[in-house]
C-alpha cells in the first residue's frame, strides 16, 4: 500500500484484484474511494450492498464527481414541454397560412414594392423553425429559432405598416370601400403571432424544471390565455370585414365572427379563476376544439367559392386571386392549437 499514490483509485474486478481500470462504466460492479484517519484506505465497496444496508447512490467524488446526472422527467416539466411543442404548431400553422396567403396577395399585386418578398422569406423561415421545434423534444431553447421567430414578428408589424400606408394613400382614404378591397389591413398580424407563439413557445423551454413557468413576468397559462384571446379576437375583426363585403350572403359564413370569440372569452375566464369548474373547463377546451375545425372546414368553403366565380376553376388563374383567400382560415386553426396549449397550463396551476 506505501507504494501507491494516496489518491481515490478505482476497480474493475472482483476484491481480489482491486486494482483495475474502467470503473466508469455505468454498469460496474466495484467503486472504492474511502479514507480514514489513520491514512489512505482503499476499501472495495460493492454496488448495490454494504454492511449497513442498500446503497442508493454513489459518492460525488473522484471520477464520479464530472459525471452528468440525468435527472427524471417530473409532470410538470412534462407538460410544459407539451405545452411548447404545441405552441410550435401553432405557430407553424400560422406561418404556413401567412406564406401561402401573402405569396398570392403579393402575386395579385405584382411584387410591386420589393419589400413584398420579406413576408414569404420570413413566413417560410418561421414555419420551417416551427417544424424543426415541434420535433425537438429537449429543453433549453434555440438561438436560431429565437432569432427566426423575432424576425417574423417585426416582418409583421412592418407589414401592418405597409397595409395601413397602401389603404390611406388611396382615393378617399379610410373608406369602406378601401377597407374591403386595398391590403387587408389585419393579415400581417398572422406573422407577428406566428413569431409570438415560437417567442413563447422557447420561453417555456427555458424553464428550470424546479420552478413554474413563467411568460413575460406572469403565470405561464395566463399570459398565453390572455395572448391568444387577443389574437383571436383580431382575426375574427379581419373575417368579419371580409365576410361583411360578401353579405354573409352562406349561412355558414357567421361561424367564424361567432364561435371563436366565444373560445376566446371563456379561455379568458377559465384564466381568471383560481379554481374554474371542470364544466367551464370542458366548454372552453371544446369551443377551442371547434376552432381549430372551422379552420379546416373554412378552407373547404372557400375553395366553393372560389368555383362559383365566373369560369370556375377552369379560371383559376383569376378567381383563386380573386376569390376568397384559400390560405386563411387554418389562422384560426394556429390560434386554437394556442389556447389548448393555454389551458393545458392553466389545468396543471401553471
Known amino acids: 500500500m506505501g507504494s501507491r499514490s494516496p489518491h481515490v483509485m478505482a476497480a474493475t474486478g472482483p476484491p481480489s484484484t482491486p486494482y483495475g481500470a474502467g470503473i466508469g462504466r455505468r454498469r460496474g460492479w466495484w467503486a472504492c474511494a474511502h479514507h480514514d484517519e489513520g491514512g489512505p484506505v482503499h476499501r472495495l465497496r460493492q454496488i ?48 404556413a397560412s401567412v406564406l401561402a396567403d401573402s405569396g398570392v396577395e403579393h402575386y395579385r399585386g405584382c411584387f410591386e414594392n420589393p419589400a413584398m418578398y420579406l413576408p414569404l422569406a420570413s413566413s417560410a423561415l418561421s414555419l420551417a423553425a416551427s417544424l424543426h421545434g415541434t420535433a425537438d423534444a429537449r429543453g433549453g431553447g434555440h438561438r436560431l429559432r429565437d432569432a427566426i421567430y423575432a424576425l417574423a414578428g417585426l416582418t409583421g408589424v412592418a407589414g401592418t405598416g405597409f397595409h395601413l400606408y397602401n389603404i390611406g394613400k388611396r382615393e378617399g382614404g379610410w373608406s369602406w370601400i378601401n377597407l374591403f378591397y386595398a391590403a387587408p389591413v389585419g393579415a400581417p398580424m398572422a406573422l407577428s403571432l406566428s413569431g409570438l407563439m415560437g417567442f413563447l413557445s422557447e420561453r417555456l423551454r427555458r424553464t428550470p424544471s424546479n420552478r413554474p413557468p413563467r411568460l413575460l413576468g406572469f403565470p405561464a397559462g395566463r399570459t398565453l390565455a390572455a395572448l391568444t384571446g387577443a389574437g383571436l379576437a383580431g ?97 384560426f386553426t394556429g390560434l386554437a392549437l394556442a389556447g389548448l396549449a393555454a389551458l393545458w397550463l392553466l389545468e396543471g396551476k401553471q
Open 235 to 331: 382575426t375574427t375583426g379581419e373575417a368579419g370585414l371580409l365576410h361583411f363585403r360578401g353579405a354573409f350572403q352562406n349561412p355558414a359564413m357567421v361561424l367564424p365572427v361567432t364561435v371563436p370569440p366565444i373560445a376566446a372569452a371563456l379561455l379568458e375566464a377559465t384564466a381568471a379563476q383560481d379554481a374554474p369548474s371542470p364544466g367551464l373547463r370542458r366548454a372552453t377546451g371544446g369551443l377551442l376544439r371547434l376552432t381549430a375545425l372551422l379552420g379546416f372546414a373554412g378552407v373547404g368553403f372557400h375553395i366553393y367559392g372560389v368555383s362559383r366565380g365566373m369560369g370556375g376553376w377552369r379560371n383559376w388563374s383569376q378567381n383563386v386571386l380573386n376569390g376568397p383567400p384559400i390560405p386563411a382560415p387554418p389562422g
Open 48 to 95: 448495490g450492498h454494504d454492511e449497513e444496508g442498500p446503497v442508493r447512490r454513489l459518492p460525488q467524488i473522484g471520477y464520479f464527481a464530472s459525471s452528468p446526472v440525468r435527472r427524471a422527467a417530473t409532470p410538470d416539466r412534462d407538460r410544459t414541454m407539451s405545452a411548447a411543442r404545441r405552441l410550435n404548431q401553432a405557430a407553424g400553422l400560422l406561418a
